[in-house]
């Protein structure tokens, strides 16, 4: 659902703010693309296609403000093990396509409705999850080893070890350059968060730090060699060296993979897991909207198809919104969605226009982005917050985090909802399910049933009504249920011969007799 537009800036007052915040986005998703293809076993201009898509594409036809999509980490296994399975990466392009218009068809039967189900404290629980691994992810980069790719979220890696067990070893493998590049871009990034510097923010923070680490990594190369970062530790675009060869980039889906079932399998898989992880990221994103609008779920499932359906005909990974660089929109002081739509246009052109210059930037300035990024997301004040509302809200928000760090974000969001689930049906079970509605000093003790008179209601129901004195006078009211599970019904009135055993004055007023089970005539 939507709330009235009324709040949300027009684009003459915001162009200021989003404009240098879509210039941030390009600088965070430019590795991530390359990263997240490189991992999925794809070819690396995919990537970037499905980037330009899912900021023109998804950000015309999507309503949410701020949510920023293209390729996401959490499919990276799902496609790699889809290329395989099919053959190759342009059968698997028919699966994107089949993907895209299932993800439209989810739209047409509005199951984003989904999304209004997910807990506040699950939402918070990821966007700190997330942060906690960006953090842990990023430290690598910063300190110059990029044997993991850019992007990755899962817990345990493609070389067998997991998060922490590699950041012991990557540690240990520091390039001093890298490290000062580090250091110097998070120190920026710093001090133009405070008010003192406001009028430096002119020029973004992130476009300082990245010029600063292309020229100092120049002047190393130059002055200091041993400070000098290597290639392999820097961005690493395909490069073009005639304008015809620009359409390499694209490739064409093979349509003979259609016939195949596994094509079809692969296809629904990829729609069922990129639509929860966009519905997922939309609601993460509307809680990071600092004007608190909320968007359209099935609106943003119609974007999102639409992206993947010409993602996989141009030659692109599939597409989801992704809450990493939704949330570096919103840090960069973005307030409508033009941030991700000239982000795409951004993209585009300096792939196409300047892609030398874009591989001198240093990962390690990247990282330190991220890792600025990360801590905000997994910042102590959200803990503390989560702490104060409570054990009902803390533990869900906890347990999300851990499993989401430990696993990946689909596993740790389901176990998060577990736990939410069991504190929701922990609290429902203890309230009383036969509420008393008689005056007080009644010889009738009146008793009336919920709205929804569920299998959930049997035990307090069982037992209030074991709890009664031998002797006693009560009355049940189903005039206000609107729904009796049959549960209920039997456990009603089957309570009627204990009555009489233990001299209650039992009477049932609007309650239906509890069906019998059908016999099946031969």
Known sequence: MTNALSATPSLRDSWRADLPASLVVVLVALPLCLGIALASGAPLAAGIVSGVIGGIVVGLLSNSQLMVSGPAAGLTAIVFSGIVSLGSFEHFLVAVVIGGVLQIGFSIVRAGVIGYYIP?????????????????????????????????????????????????????????GAVLIATLSLLILIVWSRPAFKKLKIVPAPLLVVLLGIGLNLLFAQYFPA???????????????????????????????????????????????AS????????????????????????????????????GLVGGLPITGVVVRSAANIDAGARTRWSAIVHGILLLVSVLAIPRVLNLIPLSALAAMLLYTGFKLASPALFRTSWSLGWSQFTPFVVTVVAIVMTDLLIGIGVGLAIAAFFILGQYLRQPALRVVSPKGAVLTRYQLPDQATFLSKANIERTLSELPDGSRIEIDGTNTARFDYDVLEQLHEFTETAKLRGIDYRLVNVPAAPTTPTHSH
Do not use: Y
């Not at 064409?252 to 629904?268: D, F, H, K, M, Q």
């Open 120 to 176: 506040s404290a699950v939402i918070k629980g990821m966007l700190a999850a997330i942060g906690i691994i960006l953090i842990l992810k990023q430290i690598p980069h910063a300190v110059g080893f990029d044997a993991d790719f850019e992007g990755d979220e899962t817990f345990l890696q493609a070389n067998a070890q997991n998060t922490f067990s590699a950041l012991g070893h990557q540690l240990q493998q520091i390039q001093l």
């Open 227 to 273: 400070l000098a970062i290597r290639s392999t530790h820097l961005v690493s675009l395909p490069v073009a060296e005639r304008p015809s060869d620009w359409l390499t980039f694209f490739k064409l889906p093979e349509w003979s993979a259609i016939a195949s079932l596994n094509t079809w399998r692969v296809g629904l898989t990829l729609a069922i897991v």
């Open 276 to 311: 929860l992880e966009t519905l997922l990221s939309l609601e993460a994103t509307d809680k990071m909207d600092p004007f608190k609008r909320e968007s359209d779920t099935n609106r943003e499932l119609l974007a999102q198809g639409v992206g993947n359906t010409l993602s």
